[in-house]
């Protein structure tokens, strides 16, 4: 791994934010739709306009919980950002779907990572999508969690899915300036996703997130 990994801030609420991000270094902007739990939803017209008013050269992610390929398609019809993160499993149509409707359309495939079955899970949707995202999620609680919960995962699991693919990988779950080189050195992954870890009182820290790229740079000098 020889330079540093791209670096997607979620959760983002307001043009403001999409700008203090960029500015620290994000290339990735995680937007995130209607979700039965977790934090930095908003409403798809804001998702749009944030989307359309960011820079070619930044990746906005919609992070969509539909979970058939035609409700997936109607989402990002209605936002029109670069990229689709699906975080939860899909059950109704297939990736082909969402191929046919949107071919310059990327695709990101959320792996809650809890056992050894996700291993598994990875591989099978590395065949359909662009990129897989391993989070630390619980999809199977009765009121799903499907991201932004703060908790790290077992990161020796990421490692082999990391390992057991050939699409580029985002580390996500828990990160944070204090924890970043170690998930750096244990994952090498693609790409790290991060919300509540540059946050204060749920708004973007300039502190943190100056905290956060300079330690990823120094590992990277």
């Not at 939803?41 to 035609?70: G, H, M, R, V």
């Not at 149509?93 to 990101?108: F, K, N």
């Not at 999508?129 to 619980?138: A, Q, R, T």
């Amino acid at each position: 791994m020889d330079k540093p990994p791209k670096v997607k801030i979620c959760c983002i609420s307001t043009q403001l934010e999409a700008q203090l991000a960029i500015d620290y270094g994000a290339s990735v902007l995680g937007l995130v739709g209607p979700m039965p739990s977790g934090p930095g939803i908003i409403d798809n017209t804001l998702i749009k306009e944030i989307a359309k008013n960011t820079s070619q050269a930044i990746s906005t992610f919609l992070l969509t919980s539909e979970t058939s390929s035609q409700a997936i398609i109607d989402h990002y019809h209605k936002v029109k950002t670069s990229t689709i993160q699906i975080v939860d499993e899909l059950t109704k149509g297939d990736y082909s779907d969402i191929r046919s409707a949107l071919p310059d359309v990327e695709l990101v495939q959320v792996i809650h990572v809890q056992d050894e079955t996700s291993i598994k899970q990875a591989i099978e949707a590395s065949e359909h999508v662009d990129f897989i995202l391993l989070d630390s999620g619980n999809p199977n609680l009765e009121v799903k969690e499907l991201g932004g919960t703060g908790k790290t995962h077992n990161w020796q699991l990421s490692r082999e899915i990391r390992d057991s693919i050939d699409k580029p990988v985002f580390l996500a779950g828990g990160l944070n300036p204090d924890n970043v080189q170690q998930a750096i050195d244990t994952v090498r992954p693609y790409g790290l996703d991060l919300c509540s870890g540059v946050r204060t009182h749920n708004q973007l820290d300039p502190q943190k997130l100056k905290a956060f790229f300079e330690n990823i740079n120094s590992l990277f000098c």
